[in-house]
């Protein structure tokens, strides 16, 4: 079993910053491929970056590409998502998730991630 808890969400001005963090506990941390992914009101989920079990490898969704970055300092069995120029359209609430797959991280496995955090909400305004 991995709890996964995301912290780090707020309000903030369109053109500014944050950044997430999922704190992981339970099962070795560094045997999982990790994500985001967000769900804003009326939308269906939807992937926003994976990053494989030793942050070698990442992937990221078209609209998030050069703004966001995924990384895992895997001493601190921690996941960040640093969010620069944030835009209206990404107000969600973000949710933090894990799987020993990382194709299923990125979307490239059917199926969704095998744990999931509680979500932390952001909301970008004009």
């Known amino acids: 079993q991995v709890q996964l808890v995301e912290s780090g969400g707020g309000l903030v001005q369109a053109g500014g910053s944050l950044r997430l963090s999922c704190a992981a506990s339970g099962r070795t941390f560094i045997s999982y491929a990790m994500g985001w992914f967000r769900q804003a009101p009326g939308k269906e989920r939807e992937f926003v970056a994976a990053i494989n079990w030793n942050g070698v490898i990442t992937y990221y969704a078209d609209s998030v590409k050069g703004r966001f970055t995924i990384s895992r300092p895997n001493t601190k069995n921690t996941l960040y998502l640093q969010m620069n120029s944030l835009k209206p359209e990404d107000t969600a609430v973000y949710y933090c998730?894990?799987?020993?797959?990382?194709?299923?991280?990125?979307?490239?496995?059917?199926?969704?991630?095998?744990?999931w955090g509680q979500g932390t909400q952001v909301t970008v305004s004009l």
């Open positions: 998730a894990a799987d020993l797959s990382v194709a299923t991280m990125s979307g490239q496995n059917s199926g969704p991630p095998s744990y």
